[in-house]
């Protein structure tokens, strides 16, 4: 077994030696260890990986005795992440994660996935796993929503992975899981916000397409990026092509980043993440 | 001595067999050959190298005679293109094409650099080239711009080079070398348009930086794209380091998309380039 | 309806004008058109894009009326290639053809999946293909692939796709399918050429890892390579991480070769690819 | 004044916790830390910056106290190393550090360049640096390098950079310098060691060119590898194109590396490298 500690505060002179002092005096035994200070705050992360038995209750305690009263400590077991999905009709990023996960590749269990279009019921299906539609139609926002939310509650997950979902999340369900969404956005963020981008791509004659994986906050293209990468395109490519280009790249991306995420190596930071990989 | 002929004219059925029957009936070599039909204009490119003695006004009226009357067509000979760098205080785009040039590796002969500010004086004149300070200080726009003009037509060049000069241009410029301007813009377009993108860019936590050559018309960062390349970044890079990391892609960015302008490959249709490499 | 036309011949003067004559005099409609002229061969290759009707007898005959003897031409109609892919255990290669085919963008007809072990039987009949496991316990290597031979002639693919299959082909079978075998190698060919090109690349301490998908020829890992992709790594990786993230692109880029494969822009002349794309 | 030291160890327990107590109780600021275990040599690596004043032989003192015996401790200010480089005929290489020197950008001081050819004498003399010729005719390898070395040794260089030095070095020269030699190397090792390695892939048809920066120890192509970076190729490309391209990407990755090592990220084990950038 093993556990990671993730510490951050207002840094003070002396955080790492006070910090693996208590490791140390509880005899833990320290495989990896990261620090970082961010200059514009002044913020202290820290990302610790324990080997072998430990007693979580203790080591909080303990960590909170020396940390500034700012701080937030997670231990977390290093288990597999409870997750649920969300689609519309696209299979590209959630059929990686569905390969991934049947084969043990994912770092987390796919509880259900929820599209607000059918369609992907049968490919979802062919991998054992629960699919719910809940439709939008003939719905106000609000409502869908509460529908929706009240699903992903059942299963009370760690993190919702939005795989291609095209709806846009309200400032409730934003706040109820808070550093807790993934979004793949299929463009090189902050290039080609908003709809169609492989569109305006083609329109403005680019030579490099992208994608983004971030967190959602408020505003859907705007949450810390996690990760993006990028594949060269020319003046021969239709937008279609690009579109098809462009979801190889989305789910490599999706799926890179949610390794990171599951594995506890993303902090958010305002508007920006800090990664220990 | 090699010719390259670039046409470009609305599509219409057997120009290949056209164009390449007034070549044949020259007897002339092909060496390479590109076509390429744009579908959202249905404009006609097409590029052809030639090896060998070849009469271009004779060509040029084959040419003409079996051509739609809307056609351009461009014989150059394959030499050395006539250019003329201007710059402002940083050194690493035209540095690169200083080192090129004096080896060379550019396929241009550069005529002369022309400043805004006087700080690369010694640096150009190192490699015995001629450097021209004319100081924007205490004159209007238009009145800088004529004596820069002015300086720039003594040479005749065939290009312009934004080597980072700092200086937005007026229509009149950008018209009197229409498509023969090319600037590098410090960040991946459409992401982070106007100054300090990387400022920007460190601010938005990308996970990736670019940066852009284009040519320039009306609008400075909006000019058809000629090449974009990226290179990664993460949280621990501070806006200093990002735009230190960001000259080293600017420079060799830039460098080439001059490589594929100066050898013809590059036509302009409208925002966008197509580019037979 | 489309066709490709796909020439390769001694070069001669006047080739592409004879062609496109051919095409322009039966009133044919050239979507695209490339040529290339290899240096150390002087060898022609042409691919021209034909859209509406066309009798390919016709067209075959006129060309071989003007082209040299030793030229050859392959007219296909723009249809799904039929396909048979061959296995061992790993899931990734396979399962991404598998999902890309179940949604109509592999352009190809998967028509059996081989293994040589049974492990991806339940995998491959998740997404409705048969599956056949012929083991290679017990047998002589001719033996066994006699037995996979047999299996693979009841199809008659015009491609065989090796994803992952783990087993050195005889000169017979790849006599058999000359240039219609490819192949993803888990390594950046020339380097880490043999088993375990993960361990041997930790061991190296290299700082990029990569794939390279090619056709198979008398020596696995030595025929004309298709396409070849790159993933950074450094010194935290374990050489099971490396392997992880090899798959990733390993799956990517026999996916991406394949599309060049199927559309018919790849053109083999002796250890080398020509790739019109 | 900013200082870094390095340390490498056997691992123990605690290490962490008594390094940062030794530099806590001298009140020092840590800016930033790395830790790394290398799971096959169960080896402990650390590197700190410091910010501030700094008694270094007194935290040397106090660090011996409390590491194993087997411990290396390395403490540097963050001073310009001092570098002389070698070269032979091509210049990019020197080039991209010349400029880079110029402008304060290579955190390293170049005393001197020192050519087995006279070719790029005025060339480096341009941005007013001494270049010695030391022509290896009708010389033994020893002797020349005895030469050589002398000449180095006059200068007491940090590190010896080999800027497209075409000339192997004994293992004498090698041990004298142990891991203060960095070599920039044609290739993406280990594929195509040895000569006329852009040949070498134009023959073998890859689809990309790499180049690799390394320490060099007894074998001029076999050492730690610091940096790699690839670009893609294709079939166009003639050896020359090819050999240009790769220049572009062996200029950059040895600035890269170089800044890795001069800012004191570097770690050399066995054959591998430990980068904590």
């Not at 699903?151 to 795989?163: G, W």
């Not at 993006?228 to 989305?250: C, F, L, W, Y």
């Not at 999706?254 to 390794?259: I, R, Y």
């Amino acid at each position: 077994m093993t556990h990671t500690i993730l510490i951050d505060c207002s840094d003070a002179k002396g955080l790492v030696h006070k910090v693996t002092g208590v490791l140390y005096h509880n005899d833990l035994n320290v495989v990896s260890n990261h620090e970082f200070v961010q200059p514009e705050t002044g913020r202290f992360f820290m990302r610790t990986e324990i080997d072998g038995n430990m007693d979580a209750e203790r080591i909080h305690n303990g960590l909170s005795g020396i940390l500034p009263a700012d701080a937030n400590v997670r231990i977390s077991e290093n288990r597999k992440k409870r997750i649920v999905i969300l689609v519309t009709k696209e299979h590209h990023a959630v059929g990686e994660l569905l390969i991934r996960h049947q084969f043990g590749e994912l770092n987390a269990e796919i509880l259900a996935v929820i599209g607000n279009h059918d369609v992907l019921r049968g490919f979802v299906g062919q991998f054992g796993l629960p699919f719910f539609h809940i439709s939008h139609e003939k719905k106000t926002r609000d409502e869908h929503e509460t529908e929706v939310l009240a699903k992903i509650n059942e299963f009370s997950p760690d993190y919702i992975i939005l795989a291609k979902y095209m709806r846009v999340l309200t400032p409730k369900f934003v706040e109820d899981y808070n550093n807790k969404i993934v979004n793949i956005h299929h463009s090189f963020l902050p290039a080609f916000i908003g709809a169609n981008p492989y569109r305006q791509a083609y329109e403005r004659g680019v030579k490099i397409i992208g994608a983004t994986a971030h967190f959602v906050n408020d505003n859907l293209d705007e949450g810390p990026i996690i990760m993006q990468q990028v594949i060269p395109t020319n003046h021969t490519q239709s937008p279609q092509e690009m579109a098809q280009m462009g979801r190889d790249v989305e789910k490599i991306t999706l799926a890179n980043a949610l390794k990171l995420v599951f594995n506890d190596r993303v902090f958010v930071s305002g508007n920006k993440t800090i990664i220990f990989d």
